[in-house]
T-cell receptor, first 109, second 114 residues
Framework: QKEVEQNSGPLSVPEGAIASLNCTYS??????FFWYRQYSGKSPELIMF????GDKEDGRFTAQLNKASQYVSLLIRDSQPSDSATYLCAVNVRGKSTFGDGTTLTVKP | DAGVTQSPTHLIKTRGQQVTLRCSPISGHKSVSWYQQVLGQGPQFIFQ???????GRGNFPDRFSARQFPNYSSELNVNALLLGDSALYLC?????????????FGSGTRLTVV
């Protein structure tokens, strides 16, 4: 079992829809949780982080954390073609971030 | 302000050779981490340095080594290159050693071993 698991996708949504990305992790000692966006040929870019159970909103993005279920999700509202990218979930334990293999999102105009 | 800078951007090496990759973190950031990313996979942790001391090491062979300098820049060295070392090598910096606020990545060094 991988430490951080994501559906590889691809996930395709129409422009203006809500995109839902999911991630599960195995280490119950995980302390902080991150979502990175990676455009093709580019390096990852941090878009959200969350520490506590519940929701955290930033603009069109909402991160959700459920530590009991070891589950993290990212919702993207009003999806735009520019949101088309690979989204990486990362889990931090004592300074070391472990990444999932990412979910590729395509937003169709 | 300059972000995380890595050099070189691209590199082609022959099997058995040695390579050194360089990274300068964001000004004020004392932690540098190195990751290897193979196409289609997420970044894999190689090393973390904080205040010039190794704080963590991933599951990579001893052919991989790194160090951090007094100005917090860092080098990653890979000896006896194998074809499987071909990947994007990413440097990430953070303010703290715990990385609680996430990392800022450099644009990476694309290493090709032939």
């Amino acid at each position: 079992q991988k430490e951080v698991e994501q559906n590889s996708g691809p996930l395709s949504v129409p422009e203006g829809a809500i995109a839902s990305l999911n991630c599960t992790y195995s280490d119950r000692g995980s302390q902080s949780f991150f979502w990175y966006r990676q455009y093709s040929g580019k390096s990852p870019e941090l878009i959200m982080f969350i520490y506590s159970n519940g929701d955290k909103e930033d603009g069109r993005f909402t991160a959700q954390l459920n530590k009991a279920s070891q589950y993290v999700s990212l919702l993207i509202r009003d999806s735009q073609p520019s949101d088309s990218a690979t989204y990486l979930c990362a889990v931090n334990v004592r300074g070391k971030s472990t990444f999932g293999d990412g979910t590729t999102l395509t937003v169709k105009p | 302000d300059a972000g995380v800078t890595q050099s070189p951007t691209h590199l082609i090496k022959t099997r058995g050779q040695q390579v050194t990759l360089r990274c300068s973190p964001i000004s004020g950031h004392k932690s540098v981490s190195w990751y290897q990313q193979v196409l289609g996979q997420g970044p894999q942790f190689i090393f973390q340095y904080y205040e010039k001391e190794e704080r963590g090491r991933g599951n990579f062979p001893d052919r991989f080594s790194a160090r951090q300098f007094p100005n917090y820049s860092s080098e990653l060295n890979v000896n006896a290159l194998l074809l499987g070392d071909s990947a994007l090598y990413l440097c990430a910096s953070s303010l703290s050693g715990q990385g609680n606020y996430g990392y800022t990545f450099g644009s990476g060094t694309r290493l090709t071993v032939v």
